[in-house]
């Protein structure tokens, strides 16, 4: 890397970071998550805005040279992210809330992925890239439209003091089953996208031996090693080891064609969310992450995303639909399982509006199916544009469903998780 694109990475990594903060302050003093003021400051420094404003300027911060370094940071920070989100997903408590979550779960993912399927076959013949077959490109908007963000949940439940109550819990629930699921419905999409259909039998097998043996083989040793550390701090030599399974573990996906946040993940996943190994691991990495490396996945997006190929009043309507898809598919899925399982109408639909959030997840999925040509750069925008509405509509209408009395009565001094203080 020469001196000079190495200038203008640092200094396009200073730019977002500062921006972001700024933003996300700015979103958090209006009750949103800090997370979108970190997504939009990503899109407002892209092509979108300041590079229909300032082209000069734009190409100083972000100049196209800075692009590929700026990817392969973007992708070590989300990798790293979905490590954390793993490692905060307590999967011994999700085993207690199967019965109770798992079916409304399932349905949110349903039949938002059904509507997707549908909405793909409308969009294929406009939207699809050049020679992407359609059964991919309708297994990918499938997934796209069923994705919650597990973390900006939870941020969002502590703003609004429910993170203690039934509500909170039943939520936080739904979206830790909800966001496996997805995340292994993505793991398969990849596979058969990467190896083709005639070949994707062998990458789902591998994928599905691969997931067995991590939590048959690696998580007993993972609970071995935690108990080392419970009666002192981990040292160096204990967050190296867990970095270093986490790379190979990521390699091993990666080596599969499922892509290499999965393996990330599922290692992070075999780590006891509760352990002192698993707090000083978010500690320690936490910071660097959300600080530093997911402003260059913002940064890397905003110059993905590009408003200005939304012209006419035809593309802003395919974007109000999709938005309305979206919304409707999570809303109605989540409703109607939790009205299913004998919930009352209230928490039903509050429990519906929660699902919608979709955040940072859907921005990961989607640079995911960009990068693997999937999608184009115009459905692209499109989504990320649907990602950013259906997350900031989630207070606001929650707010009208739950008054503030009621919040008051049901919280228990909430504690926001590890990473969800950020995202």
Known sequence: MGADLLWHLLFALAAVVITGRVLGRVFRVVGQPP?????????????????????????????????????????????????????????????GQLRGTAGIAMAGIAVPFALGLWLARQLYSDLSPAGVPLLHFMLFLGVAMSVTAFPVLARILSDQGLTRTPLGRLALGCAAIGDVAAWCLLAFIVGVVSAGEGSAVLPTLLTVVFIVFMFTVIRPLAVRFSKRWEGEEPDRQAVALALVAMLVSALTTEAIGVHAIFGAFLLGAVIPHDSRL??????????????????????????????????????WATCAAIILVATTGKFGGTLAGALAARHDWQTASSLAVLMNTRGLMELIVLNVG???????????????????????????VLRILVPEAARRRGSISPQPSQIAGDM
């Open 35 to 95: 997370v979108i003021g970190e997504v939009v400051a990503g899109i407002l420094l892209g092509p979108s805005l300041l590079g229909a404003i300032a082209p000069e300027a734009y190409e100083f911060i972000l100049p196209a040279t800075i692009a590929p370094s700026l990817g392969l940071l973007s992708q070590l920070g989300v990798v790293l992210y979905m490590f954390l989100v793993g490692v905060e997903l307590d999967t011994d408590g999700l085993k």
């Open 278 to 315: 698993a707090h000083v691991l978010q500690q320690r990495i936490e910071y660097l992450v959300t600080i530093l490396l997911l402003p260059a996945f913002f940064a890397f997006t905003g110059m993905r995303t590009e408003v200005g190929l939304l012209s006419g009043w035809q593309a």
């Open 370 to 396: 960009l990068s693997l040509g999937v999608i184009s750069p115009a459905l692209f925008t499109m989504l990320v544009i649907m990602a950013i509405v259906t997350t900031i509509m989630t207070t606001p």
